[in-house]
């Protein structure tokens, strides 16, 4: 059966995924988002449901003041005996302590509620969890190697409900050559134990290379065939790329499937969505080596057998949000996301969604400003929010391109000397500029539009339900994770925001449309 890549489209990196007899569980790294660690479930592989999040309370997650790209790093989803375990890195909490940031939630419910943390003593990113078939649960993670020195792979037993270590720590691979060993996942599959991991770094270098030992402990040899999936070298000339950092899942028809990030550019190495979850299918050799369809190179659609195919219904990422008709927070949709702290106080519900606007802005580094947005999940996007005129003097709120504090474009609406004013303001890196103002008549209602495409981003005006004005537009590639000053990892989000006082919204609505072929 033909589906689409990606099958979770926009920011959502790092994808882990297991299997509960027919339904599949997949968690993605959410950094200095709230809330974090989303589970989703499907049962063919290509709808997904997002059934809640394994990080919803802040004595999980605490993120004030988190760096961007901090925060969550690499989760990994199991489960062994009644229970789901979802393990990752608080990277902050791990750089304070200079211990470690690792810890591991449960749940006897994917949908939670979810555990509070235990914590692992190992210094490092992207843990994961293997149970051998005597019951005995394994970690392994990034370490760092003093004999070498350099990045390895660090293997343990461990207590899943505790996190106690109870063995010894050894050194289980040092990967295949490329940069940054990371990402590591066991399995064990005919008597083999195959030890998968990320290489060469989450860019355009990225590759899944495997490994496999007669012994848990290794030595593991590598595939002779190279990388199980990478978009380097030769294989680089696709419309997917920086593909690694993968997952195996097999289904219930004895098919293997892996899930990877991805990232689809709008041209040579400039992306904005941030790193997107794909899937293909896996094929093992006679001579017991795992390998992708398509040699390795991921493609946007794949035609193959997919599990419970007879369920698979057409993909909408839309999103509509009549806030009149919202009694509290709790009902928002759950792809609503806060920018560190959901700070509850700022976001009433009273005939439509109030913002309480503070001096906390979309600018300011490490801030939790009054933000509540979704990911943008395709190129060609169109997000629309109804406001309230009813604005005090100097207050701005609208909607945000938001990529970080140092990369975004807002249409907002704002009033000086009584006037109502529709804005686009852009901030790139020291750069805060309002590129376009415009004074609207005396109306009861402003929508605020932000149509995306490959190139730009597009910002209109419309008073009381009238025709649209277009205030400007900003280039798509202002938002790019490669332009942004530090190495970062997350993706542009469409938001709701407000600064500096009170707005009320009636609607939002985000639409998305799947490129064409
Ligand atoms: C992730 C690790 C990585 O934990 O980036 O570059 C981190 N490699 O695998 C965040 O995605």
């Known amino acids: 059966m033909q589906y689409r890549n990606p099958i979770v489209p926009g920011y959502n990196p790092d994808p882990s995924i297991c299997r509960v007899e027919d339904t599949f569980y997949l968690v993605n790294s959410t950094f200095e988002f709230f809330p974090g660690v989303p589970v989703r479930k499907s049962q063919n592989l290509v709808n997904w449901e997002l059934a809640g999040h394994a990080l919803d309370r802040v004595s999980q997650l605490p993120l004030q003041g988190s760096a961007p790209s901090s925060g969550i790093f690499a989760p990994v989803i199991r489960y062994h005996d009644g229970l789901y375990y979802m393990i990752t890195t608080h990277v902050n909490i791990m750089f304070a302590s200079g211990k470690t940031g690792n810890f591991i939630v449960h749940a006897a419910d994917p949908a939670g509620p979810w555990s509070e943390p235990v914590w692992v003593d190992q210094f490092g990113i992207d843990p994961s969890l293997f149970w051998d078939d005597d019951g005995r649960c394994y970690f392994c993670g990034t370490g760092h190697d003093e004999s070498i020195p350099g990045q390895g792979i660090v293997f343990f037993e461990v207590d899943p409900l505790t996190g106690e270590i109870l063995s010894e ?27 998968m991991l990320a290489e060469g770094g989450t860019e355009y270098g990225h590759m899944e290379t495997i490994a496999r030992s007669r012994s848990i402990e290794g030595p593991y040899e590598f595939s002779p065939h190279g990388p199980l999936l990478t978009c ?11 593909t690694g950092h993968a997952d195996l899942v097999d289904d219930a028809n004895g098919n ?21 979850t794909f899937l293909a299918p896996v094929f093992w050799g006679e001579d017991g080596w795992p390998r992708m369809a398509n040699d390795g190179v991921m493609k946007m659609e794949f035609d193959a057998p997919l599990p419970a195919a007879e369920t698979v219904t057409p993909v909408s990422d839309d999103i509509h949000i009549d806030f ?4 509290d927070i709790g009902s928002l949709p759950p792809e609503c996301t806060w920018l560190r702290e959901k700070i509850t106080e700022n976001y009433r519900f009273a005939n439509g969604l109030v913002l309480r606007g503070t001096q906390q802005k979309l600018s300011d580094p490490n801030a939790s400003p009054t933000w509540l947005g979704v990911r943008q999940t395709q190129h060609s996007a169109c997000a629309e929010a109804v406001l309230r005129t009813e604005l005090a003097g100097g207050t701005a709120a609208g909607i945000t391109a938001y990529y ?20 686009l303001r852009k901030h790139l890196y020291d750069m805060v500029q309002v590129t376009a103002e415009l004074e609207l008549p005396a109306c009861e209602t402003v929508t605020l539009r932000v149509r995306a495409d490959r190139s730009l981003y597009t910002f209109e005006a419309a008073a009381d339900g009238g025709e649209f004005i277009t205030l400007g537009s900003g280039m798509t590639a202002g938002l790019c994770t490669e332009v942004t000053e530090h190495n970062t990892f997350t993706g542009t989000f469409l938001a709701l925001f407000a600064e500096d006082g009170d707005a009320r919204f009636d609607r939002f609505d985000y639409t998305a449309e799947w490129a064409k072929k």
């Open 169 to 195: 720590k050894k050194f289980i691979s040092h990967g295949s050559g490329g940069k940054c060993p990371e990402g590591p996942h066991i399995y064990k599959k005919d008597g083999w134990y195959y030890l």
């Open 232 to 242: 380097r070298g030769y294989r680089g000339l696709g419309p997917v790329q920086c």
């Open 256 to 276: 293997w499937w892996v899930v990877c990030l991805g990232t689809r550019p709008i041209g040579p190495m400039a992306h904005q969505l941030g790193r997107e």
């Open 324 to 327: 009149t008709a919202v009694k």
């Open 404 to 423: 970080m504090h140092t990369h975004h474009y807002d249409v907002l609406l704002t009033r000086r000397g009584g006037r109502l004013l529709a804005q």
